[in-house]
Nanobody
Framework: QMQLVESGGGLVQTGGSLRLSCASS????????MGWFRQAPGKERDFVTA???????YYADSVKGRFTISRDNAKNTAYLQMNSLKPEDTAVYYC?????????????????WGQGTQVTVSS
């Protein structure tokens, strides 16, 4: 069973940057679509971005132009570069993976999840 481990979260000031990593235990990592979701206290888990096995990327409107998803299949790792961070970006960020389907924004279509990493943006 594939496992995902996020890292790179922390506390940053408004306008700052963070880079999250999602490391996979699976050598077939390159075959999976990877997604990032976030969940703020008292709110639902929301789609942030995804990257398909072919490298196509998808972003929520709220992060377009500020966040960049990438993957390094040789390292079995996905990344989320977050720039120009805002207080409303504060949330627990989750990495997720799925093998089938194109409904990238739906969390229910992802079968494998990491434990999450906290991102806090201070004003």
């Amino acid at each position: 069973q594939m496992q995902l481990v996020e890292s790179g979260g922390g506390l940053v000031q408004t306008g700052g940057s963070l880079r999250l990593s999602c490391a996979s235990s699976q050598r077939t990592f390159s075959l999976y679509t990877m997604g990032w979701f976030r969940q703020a206290p008292g709110k639902e888990r929301d789609f942030v971005t995804a990257i398909s096995r072919s490298g196509d990327t998808y972003y929520a409107d709220s992060v377009k132009g500020r966040f960049t998803i990438s993957r390094d299949n040789a390292k079995n790792t996905a990344y989320l570069q977050m720039n120009s961070l805002k207080p409303e970006d504060t949330a627990v960020y989750y990495c997720a993976a799925k093998f089938w389907g194109r409904d990238y924004e739906s969390s229910s279509t992802y079968s494998i999840w990491g434990q999450g990493t906290q991102v806090t943006v201070s004003s």
